[in-house]
């Protein structure tokens, strides 16, 4: 505002000697011009549209009217900005015509003028475009980071629930021996000595793994960045069936293997699905048919693809007593389908036997 009130000052000192019978009109004009700055910097439109209709009786009223008409320019579009710069053009055009300036003729006065206000209006639209421009900016920016927030939360949602997945299939079939030894010493208290040691050793073994499983998912989970916890930790593949399947035989439970599947190697993500696959149908008859025989039968090769099935007859009285969520099977087809395979369970065949098949991709 002291700026303006300055350059208003000059215009009005500098007008010629016969303009002199209006000062008292082009001082007030002054006035009122710097008294609606307040005004053009809240309503820049209506402001430039009074500020161009002063300039029709005082020249005092150009310093103001060029300020607003910048403003327009920087605030609102090019097509109202160049609106508002012919009105307030046309309006210094018809004050020219009653108040001549002696020093410049009236056409190369309308010229300068004419061009004066047109590098307004388009220093004031450059300046609107790069705000507009910056805002741009710095909104992509803000969306960039969101989206890049969003990815990793949504990597660390999958990775801890990679984590959660892999923890019930290991606590499940661990507690699920640890409740058949259990069983065992509670319902034969007069087995030999040496066999309820043995038994009490085996939980205390499971407690101890048990307890390590859940003290690393815990420290796990409560960290910000899971990430990469099941690359540091050995995960199981095909080669450990045969102390998984020791471990069900030394619980109680049965088991014959039928392995017909071709001696290749096998991707480790497979094999690490199909040890999965076979740990929850034997922690499964654990549960809901403890002592029946279960039998396995793999089968497959390279470009034919890896099956598994687990068989076991359905008992009179379904189910151990140890509890279960539910979500074993639930799970496994989850596991199964991410891998690409098929899954089917339930009763089969004339002999109402349980069966558990699974397909799996084996690429050559």
Same mark, same amino acid.
């Given at each position: 505002m002291?700026?303006l009130?300055?350059?208003v000052g000059v215009?009005?000192?500098g007008?010629p000697?016969a303009?002199?019978?209006?000062?008292?009109?082009d001082i007030?004009?002054g006035?009122?011009?710097?008294?609606?700055?307040?005004?053009?910097?809240r309503?820049?439109?209506p402001a430039?549209i009074?500020?161009?209709v002063?300039?029709?009786?005082?020249p005092?009223?150009t310093?103001?009217?060029s300020?607003a008409t910048?403003l327009v320019?920087?605030s609102r579009?090019?097509?109202?900005a160049?609106?508002?710069g012919?009105?307030?053009?046309a309006?210094?055009a018809?004050q020219?015509?009653?108040r001549?300036?002696?020093?410049i003729?009236y056409?190369?006065?309308?010229a300068l003028?004419t061009?004066?206000?047109?590098?307004?209006?388009?220093?004031? =639209?450059v300046?609107r475009?790069r705000?507009?421009l910056?805002?741009?900016l710095?909104?992509r920016?803000?969306r960039?980071?969101a989206?890049?927030?969003?990815r990793?939360?949504e990597?660390?949602?999958a990775?801890r629930?990679l984590?959660?997945r892999e923890?019930?299939d290991?606590?499940?079939?661990r507690?699920?021996?640890?409740?058949?030894?259990a069983g065992?010493?509670e319902?034969?208290?007069?087995?030999?000595p040496?066999k309820?040691?043995?038994?009490?050793?085996?939980?205390?073994a499971?407690?101890?793994?048990a307890?390590e499983?859940?003290r690393?998912?815990i =420290?796990?989970?409560?960290d910000d960045d899971?990430?990469?916890?099941p690359e540091?930790r050995?995960q199981?593949?095909l080669h450990d069936?045969?102390r998984?399947?020791?471990?069900?035989?030394d619980?109680?439970t049965p088991?014959?293997v039928d392995?017909r599947?071709?001696?290749a190697e096998?991707?480790?993500a =497979?094999?690490?699905?199909?040890y999965r696959?076979v740990?929850?149908?034997?922690t499964?008859?654990?549960k809901?048919?403890?002592?029946?025989?279960?039998t396995?039968?793999l089968?497959?090769?390279p470009?034919?693809g890896l099956?598994?099935?687990l068989r076991?007859?359905?008992?009179?009285?379904v189910g151990?007593?140890?509890?279960?969520?539910?979500?074993?099977?639930l799970?496994?087809?989850?596991r199964v389908?991410?891998a690409?395979g098929e899954?089917?369970?339930?009763?089969a065949?004339?002999?109402?036997?349980f069966?558990?098949r699974v397909?799996?991709p084996?690429?050559?």
């Open positions: 002291v700026a009130t300055f350059i215009t009005i000192f007008l000697e303009a002199r019978d209006l000062l008292v009109v007030a004009v006035v009122v011009g710097v008294a609606l700055t307040p005004v053009m910097l309503w820049p439109v430039a009074g500020l161009a002063l300039t029709l009786v005082s005092a009223a310093p103001s009217a300020a910048m320019a920087q579009p090019f097509r109202l160049a609106l508002i012919v009105g307030s053009v309006c210094q018809v020219a015509a009653w001549p300036t002696p020093s003729g056409w190369w006065w309308l003028i061009v004066a206000w047109a590098a307004l209006i388009g220093w004031g =639209t300046m475009v705000r507009e910056l805002i741009s710095r909104e920016a803000r960039a980071e989206d890049q927030e969003r990793i939360a990597a660390r949602l990775e629930t984590i959660a923890m019930h290991v606590l499940a079939h507690l699920s021996l640890l409740a058949t030894y065992a010493l319902y034969r208290p007069d087995a030999a040496e309820l040691s043995a038994a009490a050793g085996v939980i205390r499971g407690v101890h793994e307890l499983e859940l690393a998912v =420290t796990v989970l409560r899971p990430v990469g916890y540091t050995p199981p593949g069936l045969d998984l399947i020791a471990e069900s035989r619980a109680g088991v014959s392995d599947h071709a001696d096998l991707p480790a =497979t094999g690490r699905t199909a696959i740990q929850e149908g034997l499964n008859a654990r809901h048919a403890p002592g029946v025989p279960v396995l039968v089968d497959g090769a470009g034919d099956r598994i099935e076991n007859p359905v008992p009179a009285v151990s007593g140890v509890p279960g969520a539910g979500m074993g099977l799970g496994l087809a989850e389908q991410l690409g899954i089917e369970h339930g009763p065949g004339p002999s109402g036997d069966r558990l397909e799996l084996w690429p050559t």
